[in-house]
Nanobody
């Protein structure tokens, strides 16, 4: 069994910053790409940012220049630094990872989600 556990969400004022973390645990052989997605009420889940094992990154257009994704491969952890937050960034943020388990199965895995609210 493998799982992702997110942390770092909360309430912040417009213009503020938050840092999300997502740690993978369980019987892990390796992890391919890791990323963050978000879903606001009444909207579809959308890509925020993704990072490969080689460090290549891709961002959603609405967060480019404000958010930064990084990962610590040794700790099986991905981070999302969010700066200059806007009310429209309010959403539940989900971590995603392509995990290869110790028994050789490829398991696309989602975290439980963490709420980010941007409001004055």
């Amino acid at each position: 069994q493998v799982q992702l556990v997110e942390s770092g969400g909360g309430l912040v004022q417009p213009g503020g910053s938050l840092r999300l973390s997502c740690a993978a645990s369980g019987s892990i052989f390796s992890i391919n790409a890791m990323g963050w997605y978000r879903q606001a009420p009444g909207k579809e889940r959308e890509l925020v940012a993704v990072i490969t094992t080689g460090g290549s990154t891709n961002y959603g257009d609405s967060v480019k220049g404000r958010f930064t994704i990084t990962r610590d491969i040794a700790k099986n952890t991905v981070y999302l630094q969010m700066n200059s937050l806007k009310p429209e960034d309010t959403a539940v943020y989900y971590c995603n990872a392509g995990i290869v388990t110790g028994w050789g199965a490829y398991v696309p895995t989602w975290g439980q989600g963490t709420q980010v609210s941007v409001s004055s």
